[in-house]
T-cell receptor, first 114, second 115 residues
Framework: AQSVTQPDIHITVSEGASLELRCNYS??????LFWYVQSPGQGLQLLLK??????LVQGIKGFEAEFKRSQSSFNLRKPSVHWSDAAEYFC????????????FGTGTRLKVLA | AAGVIQSPRHLIKEKRETATLKCYPI?????VYWYQQGPGQDPQFLIS???????DKGSIPDRFSAQQFSDYHSELNMSSLELGDSALYFC??????????????FGPGTRLTVL
C-alpha cells in the first residue's frame, strides 16, 4: 500500500535559519508529489508540486523541494525561515494511475523562534 | 481566481443529530473529493465524485453519504453524529480531464463540532 512518511513531527528553528522538512514515500512508481501548508484553523495551501522533469521544484513563499528517486524522497527546503512560516506542513502523493486521492503524511509542525 | 467554496465554515451539532456540508468546486472542475481531518491528524480521504458518479471511496462511515449534483456541487450528509465526528472537513476539486496533472484545489474547510 502507498504511504507517506514525515519523520519529524515537530521542528523548531530560529528565524533566519535554514529549514528542511523530510518526506519519504512508498510506492511502486514515482507518484505525483505535493507539499501543502496549513496555518492553525485554516485550509490547505499548495506550496509546490512535482510531476516530472527538473527534480528541483520552486514554490511559493521561497520554498523549494528536491525529488530524489533513489531515496524515494521529496524534501522541502527554505534558505531563511520567517516567523510567518510557523504552520503545519503536509507532504502528499497521488498515484500516477487509478485513483487520484491524495495520501497525506502525518505532517510536520514548524515552530519559529524570534 | 475563483476558489473552492465550502459552507458552512463552522457547524455545531449535538450527538445523534444530522449535518449537511456543502462544497462548490472551482468552475469547470468536474471532480470533488472529501477529506476528514481530526484534531492533530492528517487529512484522510473519505469519498470522491467524477461527473456526478462516485469514483472512489475511502474510510467513510456508513452513517455518511455524499453526492454530486448536476451543477457539480457536492454535499456530504452525516447522520447519527458521534463525538468522534468532530473534525475539519475539506472539500477539494480538480479537473479530471487533465488526468495526469490532477492537482486538487482545497477549500477552507468546514469545522464540525459535535457536543
Amino acid at each position: 500500500a502507498q504511504s507517506v512518511t514525515q519523520p519529524d513531527i515537530h521542528i523548531t528553528v530560529s528565524e533566519g535559519a535554514s529549514l528542511e522538512l523530510r518526506c519519504n514515500y512508498s510506492y511502486g512508481a514515482t507518484p505525483y508529489l505535493f507539499w501543502y501548508v496549513q496555518s492553525p484553523g485554516q485550509g490547505l495551501q499548495l506550496l509546490l508540486k512535482y510531476f516530472s522533469g527538473d527534480t528541483l521544484v520552486q514554490g511559493i513563499k521561497g520554498f523549494e523541494a528536491e525529488f530524489k528517486r533513489s531515496q524515494s524522497s521529496f524534501n522541502l527546503r527554505k534558505p531563511s525561515v520567517h516567523w510567518s512560516d510557523a504552520a503545519e506542513y503536509f507532504c502528499a502523493v497521488v498515484p500516477t494511475s487509478g485513483t487520484y486521492k491524495y495520501i497525506f503524511g502525518t505532517g510536520t509542525r514548524l515552530k519559529v523562534l524570534a | 481566481a475563483a476558489g473552492v467554496i465550502q459552507s458552512p465554515r463552522h457547524l455545531i451539532k449535538e450527538k445523534r443529530e444530522t449535518a449537511t456540508l456543502k462544497c462548490y468546486p472551482i468552475p469547470r472542475h468536474d471532480t470533488v473529493y472529501w477529506y476528514q481531518q481530526g484534531p492533530g491528524q492528517d487529512p484522510q480521504f473519505l469519498i470522491s465524485f467524477y461527473e456526478k458518479m462516485q469514483s472512489d471511496k475511502g474510510s467513510i462511515p456508513d452513517r455518511f453519504s455524499a453526492q454530486q449534483f448536476s451543477d457539480y456541487h457536492s454535499e456530504l450528509n452525516m447522520s447519527s453524529l458521534e463525538l468522534g465526528d468532530s473534525a475539519l472537513y475539506f472539500c477539494a476539486s480538480s479537473l479530471e480531464g487533465l488526468a495526469k496533472y490532477n492537482e486538487q484545489f482545497f477549500g477552507p474547510g468546514t469545522r464540525l463540532t459535535v457536543l
